[in-house]
Nanobody, 125 residues
Framework: VQLQASGGGLVQPGGSLRLSCSAS????????IAWFRQAPGKEREGVSC????????FYADSVKGRFTVSRDNAKNTVYLQMNNLKPEDTAVYYC???????????????????RGQGTLVTVSS
């Protein structure tokens, strides 16, 4: 049972990246999924969350209008499209879920602690 984030890399300010979160060992559509990031020396930050159906999404103020979360339950994958990237977006990004099935995004920053291996995003010129 695991989550795996991928798609990170080096990008210039103003550029775009799309991260993917793939699930194995469980059915992704049974869970709301969140994206977090952690920069060196900083606490982890909840970036976004998407409900099981994909109809409801949440974003941190720091990324609102620039990032878009989506999911393809048939492919067992959640995506994070990141546009207009800034140097302060540099961090390790990872996806996570609650330990309980069928939960909502409510309080995801506190509750979603089953996480996968992250992917490094570096925004620099």
């Amino acid at each position: 049972v695991q989550l795996q984030a991928s798609g990170g890399g080096l990008v210039q300010p103003g550029g775009s990246l799309r991260l993917s979160c793939s699930a194995s060992g469980f059915t992704l559509e049974d869970y709301a999924i969140a994206w977090f990031r952690q920069a060196p020396g900083k606490e982890r930050e909840g970036v976004s969350c998407i409900s099981m159906s994909g109809e409801t999404t949440f974003y941190a103020d720091s990324v609102k209008g620039r990032f878009t979360v989506s999911r393809d339950n048939a492919k067992n994958t959640v995506y994070l499209q990141m546009n207009n990237l800034k140097p302060e977006d540099t961090a390790v990004y990872y996806c996570a879920r609650d330990h309980t099935m069928k939960s909502s995004c409510s309080g995801y920053s506190r509750r979603f602690n089953f996480r996968g291996q992250g992917t490094l995003v570096t925004v620099s010129s």
